[in-house]
């Protein structure tokens, strides 16, 4: 470590700085405090108690911010949440301390390396966070649907993205879907077993089910009582004395009057009757059949209300979604530049690295770790820079490097448009990559600049067959 005094390097062992004197009792018990906490980190990362490591690992840093070990396990842990941006941002820092105190092989740059080479987990890791912020503005405008419909795309790309679930399991309690927030919430434990988050989230939905089994069981308890109630006799009826009937002849007398008397009610009253109402039933049925009609007309001309209104808010959704794109773009491309940035500094392009991030501000980065970064890799690189800016391309040209030689001449022409040198080397790349147009394009637009390399440009122009156009525009 080092003297906090006179900066001067010392072994643990000693009680004083042996050039200064320095009392370092207070030095000893901060790293000893910062190593307890980092072995309490590790022990809690090797469960999967991964919120409960960050907490350690954090205060172990409070203590001691050089302590290598524990930014790369903190690095790490944020990766398996889902947090790539900061656990780059970490294993960065990591670095630089290293480059500083002069320590070599750290497993750091091995995590960036591989992070950096898997150019398609990187894309699907932008796409989910891109995704997770329209999501998130949903779901604070009130579009629950469109956010929970973002918010699976996301987890389907990127499966660990701790927040991601939480914020999915947060809108199915909104909507009363616990069984899909259960499910939710089990995929949070495997990845983090003690989230504080998730463990509120099942508390709560614990809670409602209490509720529901408690109205369950009293309903049940209402319906046994009523059942007792009842009484198990009532449906029981008693049974007369048997007597056997005498055979008569009158029963059959009766009989006869009766049925002439039922032949003549029926002749003289009933008949008549079953007519009229036969002629009544017939107006009914027609009645019935335009009352039905109307009804279905309505039902009809309902329907295609309701459909023109469901219509109008998809066309709304749309343009909420189209607006949210937009309102990402910055963002998006902030970060694009930094990761692009982030890839050349590794290579030891640091021109290259810097020339990323012009145009850019230092508050265009949220987080401390992000700004510490663009301050490390921008080193005040501005116009004054285009000359190395420009040797390296010019390098590259020669060197038959051409993709990288016309990504060097994009980023001069970001920076200064009219650059004629910028303008004639990348249709040179174009031309020796065979893409006739683009370098037809760069050609005509350093002749109409009317500056220095016109001749050349002309003589580019003749050797692939092409005139000059006489109306180009810079």
């Given at each position: 470590?080092?003297?906090?005094?006179?900066?001067?390097l010392?072994t643990?062992?000693?009680?004083?700085?042996?050039?200064?004197?320095?009392?370092l009792?207070?030095?000893?018990?901060?790293?000893?405090?910062?190593?307890a906490y980092?072995?309490?980190g590790?022990e809690?990362?090797?469960?999967r108690?991964?919120?409960?490591?960050?907490?350690?690992?954090?205060?172990?840093?409070?203590?001691?911010?050089?302590?290598q070990?524990?930014r790369?396990?903190?690095?790490?842990?944020l990766?398996?949440?889902?947090?790539?941006?900061?656990?780059l941002?970490?294993?960065?820092?990591?670095?630089?301390?290293?480059?500083?105190?002069?320590?070599?092989?750290?497993?750091?740059?091995?995590?960036i390396?591989v992070?950096?080479?898997?150019l398609?987990?990187?894309?699907?890791m932008?796409?989910?966070?891109?995704?997770?912020?329209?999501?998130?503005?949903?779901?604070?405008?009130?579009n629950?649907?469109v956010?929970?419909?973002q918010l699976r795309?996301v987890?389907?790309l990127?499966?660990?993205?701790?927040r991601?679930?939480q914020l999915?399991?947060l809108?199915?309690?909104?909507?009363?879907?616990?069984?899909?927030?259960t499910?939710?919430?089990k995929?949070?434990?495997?990845?983090?077993?003690?989230?504080?988050?998730?463990?509120?989230?099942?508390?709560?939905?614990?809670?409602?089910f209490?509720?529901n089994?408690?109205?369950?069981?009293n309903?049940?308890?209402e319906?046994?009582?009523?059942?007792?109630r009842k009484?198990s006799?009532?449906?029981?009826k008693?049974?007369g004395?048997?007597?056997?009937?005498?055979?008569?002849?009158?029963?059959?007398?009766?009989?006869?009057?009766?049925f002439?008397?039922a032949?003549?009610?029926?002749?003289v009253?009933?008949?008549?009757?079953?007519?009229?109402?036969?002629v009544?039933?017939?107006?009914?049925?027609?009645?019935?059949s335009?009352?039905?009609?109307?009804?279905k007309?309505?039902q009809?001309?309902?329907?295609?209300?309701?459909?023109?209104?469901l219509q109008n808010?998809?066309?709304d959704?749309?343009?909420?979604?189209?607006?949210?794109?937009?309102?990402n773009e910055?963002?998006?491309?902030?970060?694009?530049?930094?990761?692009?940035?982030?890839?050349?500094?590794?290579?030891?392009?640091?021109?290259?690295a810097?020339?990323?991030l012009?145009?850019h501000?230092?508050e265009?980065?949220?987080?401390s770790a992000?700004?510490?970064?663009?301050?490390?890799?921008?080193?005040e690189f501005?116009?004054?820079q285009?000359e190395?800016?420009?040797?390296q391309?010019?390098?590259?040209?020669?060197?038959?490097?051409?993709?990288?030689?016309?990504?060097i001449?994009?980023?001069?022409?970001?920076?200064q448009?009219?650059?004629?040198?910028?303008?004639?080397?990348?249709?040179r790349?174009?031309?020796?990559?065979?893409?006739?147009?683009?370098?037809?394009?760069?050609?005509?637009?350093v002749?109409a600049?009317?500056?220095?390399?016109?001749n050349?440009s002309k003589?580019?122009?003749?050797e692939?067959?092409v005139?000059?156009?006489?109306?180009?525009?810079p």
């Amino acid at each position: 470590m080092r003297c906090p005094r006179c900066d001067t390097l010392i072994t643990m062992e000693e009680s004083h700085c042996r050039y200064c004197g320095q009392n370092l009792s207070v030095i000893h018990r901060a790293v000893r405090c910062s190593n307890a906490y980092y072995n309490i980190g590790l022990e809690k990362a090797r469960v999967r108690d991964l919120t409960g490591a960050i907490q350690a690992l954090q205060k172990c840093l409070h203590f001691n911010k050089h302590h290598q070990e524990a930014r790369n396990l903190l690095g790490l842990v944020l990766f398996e949440m889902g947090e790539v941006t900061t656990a780059l941002c970490q294993w960065l820092i990591s670095s630089h301390y290293s480059e500083e105190n002069h320590i070599k092989d750290n497993v750091a740059d091995h995590y960036i390396r591989v992070v950096s080479r898997n150019l398609i987990g990187l894309d699907q890791m932008k796409n989910a966070i891109k995704r997770y912020n329209k999501a998130l503005f949903e779901a604070q405008t009130g579009n629950d649907d469109v956010a929970i419909i973002q918010l699976r795309k996301v987890i389907t790309l990127h499966p660990n993205f701790v927040r991601a679930l939480q914020l999915i399991t947060l809108l199915y309690i909104k909507n009363k879907e616990y069984a899909k927030a259960t499910k939710c919430l089990k995929q949070i434990r495997k990845i983090d077993f003690n989230n504080t988050v998730m463990l509120r989230y099942m508390h709560e939905i614990g809670s409602v089910f209490a509720e529901n089994n408690r109205e369950t069981e009293n309903h049940i308890r209402e319906i046994r009582q009523q059942v007792r109630r009842k009484n198990s006799l009532e449906n029981v009826k008693p049974v007369g004395a048997y007597q056997e009937d005498k055979r008569k002849w009158m029963p059959f007398v009766y009989a006869g009057i009766g049925f002439i008397i039922a032949l003549i009610v029926c002749l003289v009253l009933i008949l008549p009757t079953v007519k009229g109402k036969t002629v009544d039933a017939n107006s009914n049925f027609i009645a019935n059949s335009n009352e039905k009609l109307s009804v279905k007309d309505a039902q009809l001309s309902m329907a295609e209300k309701e459909k023109k209104e469901l219509q109008n808010q998809v066309n709304d959704l749309e343009e909420k979604v189209k607006k949210a794109d937009k309102a990402n773009e910055k963002e998006i491309k902030v970060y694009t530049d930094m990761m692009e940035g982030i890839r050349y500094y590794l290579n030891k392009d640091k021109v290259l690295a810097a020339a990323y991030l012009y145009g850019h501000k230092e508050e265009d980065y949220p987080t401390s770790a992000s700004k510490e970064i663009y301050r490390k890799i921008y080193m005040e690189f501005g116009e004054d820079q285009l000359e190395s800016l420009y040797n390296q391309g010019v390098q590259y040209f020669e060197g038959a490097r051409y993709e990288d030689g016309a990504v060097i001449f994009k980023l001069m022409l970001k920076i200064q448009k009219d650059h004629a040198d910028a303008l004639y080397f990348l249709g040179r790349c174009y031309q020796m990559q065979q893409n006739t147009e683009k370098a037809k394009e760069y050609y005509n637009k350093v002749i109409a600049l009317n500056k220095e390399r016109v001749n050349e440009s002309k003589e580019r122009l003749q050797e692939m067959g092409v005139s000059p156009e006489k109306t180009a525009q810079p």
